[in-house]
């Protein structure tokens, strides 16, 4: 059971780039979210997904863009980088609400 | 909105006992959850409080008081692999989704 799966670890971007961070999980969790966590500081919500074909702003949205076409992934996508993107971005998914998040290893982004 | 205030950093001995404190302002409770998170790692559940009390896990516990705001983790006869930052977190009453709002984490240092 490999619970929530983020890729990559790492990425270097320069300023104006895009990409997408991939996360996947194999609990069949309907809950998904995406949080930035900068450092020394706490997480902050990006977005979230209640299930398939449903996305939501979470707090700081600006930037950003979210998927969800299937239960498994969760994919997050920056269209033009800055470097107020630069932070460690953390996947996460729930089954209920009294139950924790799982969380993913997390994504290392540095715009520069 | 939510307001979450916990202490930035605490130290203690190996063997001893912290007490780390976490107040929140919400416009609607529905739970409190306790994260560990250790350096460059991704936050793992600790421990979970919807009612006032003490719910006790090991050597962890998690005490709850709603009508004061207040919460607190105690972690008992301290070892060195306890040395992490530990993240409260509340759920809103009418957050869909499950989404739980972070405080800043305390960051706990445990010397020999």
């Known amino acids: 059971n490999a619970g929530v799966t983020q890729t990559p670890k790492f990425r270097i971007l320069k300023i104006g780039q895009s990409m997408t961070l991939q996360c996947t999980q194999d609990?069949?969790?309907?809950?998904m979210y995406w949080y930035r966590q900068d450092p020394g500081m706490g997480l902050k919500l990006i977005y979230y997904?209640?299930?398939?074909?449903?996305?939501d702003k979470g707090e700081v949205p600006n930037g950003y863009n979210v998927s969800r076409s299937t239960t498994e992934d969760f994919p997050l996508r920056l269209e033009l980088a800055a470097p107020s993107q630069t932070s460690v971005y953390f996947c996460?998914?729930?089954?209920?609400?009294?139950?924790?998040?799982?969380f993913g290893s997390g994504t290392r982004l540095t715009v520069v | 909105g939510q307001n979450i205030d916990q202490p930035t950093e605490m130290t203690a001995t190996e063997g001893a006992i912290v007490q780390i404190n976490c107040t929140y302002q919400?416009?609607?409770?529905?739970?409190l959850f306790w994260y560990q998170q250790h350096a460059g790692e991704a936050p793992t559940f600790l421990s979970y409080?919807?009612?006032?009390g003490l719910e006790e896990k090991g050597r962890f516990s998690s005490f709850l008081s709603r009508s004061k705001g207040y919460s607190y983790l105690l972690l008992k006869e301290l070892q060195m692999k306890d040395s992490a930052s530990y993240l409260c977190a509340v759920r809103d009453h009418g957050a869909a989704g499950n989404k739980l709002t972070f405080g800043g984490g305390t960051r706990v240092l445990v010397k020999p």
């Open positions: 996460a998914s729930s089954r209920e609400a009294s139950y924790g998040y799982t």
């Open positions: 919400t416009s609607g409770f529905n739970g």
């Open positions: 997904s209640v299930g398939a074909g449903i996305t």
């Open positions: 409080n919807v009612l006032d």
């Open positions: 609990m069949n969790h309907n809950y």
